[in-house]
């Protein structure tokens, strides 16, 4: 296999898979080829695990969980690996930010912040695994003369599925707190962004953590469908698309495995009178284009005032015409490529979709006329747009804004919960308090304060379609943890003889 890797990523054995503590060569020999979105050519070609490689990784994770000595170590001890992981990777940022530069057009600007991120969950993972309640003690209320012990357990093999939008910090997020839990690992990173498990796995051998326990088989769909099927995996931890957990969480019904799904999102933004009209549009056309406007807790929809609806139109499209489309190493850019061409095909047929139903296409809607190559699209506003749209129903991942009219405050409540999905929201008010009782009856895992806001060391998942769990925290360890209760006699102390 030819090696080919974006300038200033060194990855040891792209042609190889890490299963068992060894590289290894995939059993068919089969590759990925990684395609830029800001070039359209080949920036990197790593291995392709298939069906029988991840037979191989579940084996190696396995025993490794059942027979190996990582269940059984102290926290403390986990926690050191996980500082040396961090350590190693915190040394390898550059990697990283160019990786997620050359897989998915992501901003140099913005790289950072992803590295950042990732790296630090390796070590908020350590601290909570060494002040962990892991056993808790004390006597039973309900059987005399017998302790109660609530115990902590690792819940075993874990198949961590990534999408390609956030490749580092989201599986970051799923390997460190099933590490630190006595997990074992298979890393399936998305066909299109694999380098940063590439990176992870070296991290881990670096750090000498036994063999087995973190294991990476990039793959395309028919091999993660194994994997996810496979007997000897205990838990699935998938973020991606509602219609891909869904089936994921149909597979995993069939066996009752374990799931933690982050999916996708419609999320509101609602504007309340008291604020104001250009911060809003400030806000709002400038979140719309972070990573392009592919985060799946991206504020898609925005609930205003239906008496200032054309004011505020006017102003976001004022504020998007001024965005500057671009490469994504350019440090003028603010807003790089579509990360795929088949994603911009589908960021396309939605805008059709929406003028075909009747909303006004205010700004945007095509390709810059000024990029001759890459993925390009321009920052979006649909303005009158009605919640049962599809272009406000569905997760368009993209730099598309619906701008939708509310006639009150209790309107523009209804209309945010009126969705299938619950993972993000937002309120725009200069009042906390009618900020916190917006937010309140808003049906959303999250909500921000006058804009997207995120604190990772904070539980994150969504209500209804939006996922099922939480990651980040110690909210976010408990997914990789069974709980086991045991019932122990005490022994009768002797009694003291009279002198």
Sequence with gaps: MASILPEGVNIAHPDKLYIGGEWIAPVDG?????????????????????????????????????????PTMEPAERADYLRKMAAHLGTR??????AFIAEIGALASFA?????????????????????????????????????????????VVAAIVPWNMPYAIMAQKVAPALIAGCTVIMKPSPETPLEAYLIAEAAEAAGIPAGVINLVPSHRDAADHLVRHKGVDKISFTGSTAAGRRIASVAG????????????????????????????????????ILSGQVC????????????????????ATEMRTVKVGTPTDPTSEMGPIAMKRQLERIEAYVEKGKEEGATLVVGGVRPAHLNSGYYFEPTLFSNVDNGMTIAQEEIFGPVLAL???????????????????????????DPAAAYRVGRRIR??????NGMKADFSLPFGGFKQSGVGREGGIEGLAPYLETKTMLIERVAEAPVAAE
């Design 93 to 98: 940022a550059s990697e990283i930010e160019a």
């Design 30 to 70: 089969g590759t990925i080829e990684v395609v830029s979105p800001h070039t359209e050519q080949v920036a990197a070609v790593v291995a392709e695990a298939r069906e029988a490689d991840m037979d191989k990784a579940v084996a190696a994770a396995r025993k490794a969980f059942d027979t190996g000595p990582w």
């Design 112 to 156: 950072p912040v992803a590295s950042m991120t990732g790296t630090g969950t390796f070590m908020t993972y350590a601290d909570i695994g060494e002040s962990y309640e892991w056993v808790k003690r004390g006597p039973s209320t309900m059987i005399p003369g017998h302790d109660a012990l609530v115990i902590r357990e690792a819940v075993g």
């Design 444 to 449: 959303a895992g999250n909500v921000g304060h």
């Design 254 to 289: 069939e066996r009752i495995a374990r799931v933690t799904l982050e999916l996708g999102g419609k999320s509101p933004a609602i504007v309340l009178d008291d604020f104001p009209t250009d911060a809003a549009a400030k806000i709002l056309a400038r979140t719309i284009t």
């Design 404 to 430: 939708i009219p509310a006639r009150d405050e209790e309107h523009a409540i209804e209309i945010a919960n009126d969705t299938d999905f619950g993972l993000n929201s937002a309120v725009l008010t200069n």
């Design 297 to 316: 807790a991206m504020l898609s929809r925005a609930i205003v005032p239906a008496a200032r609806h054309d004011e505020i139109a006017e102003a976001i």
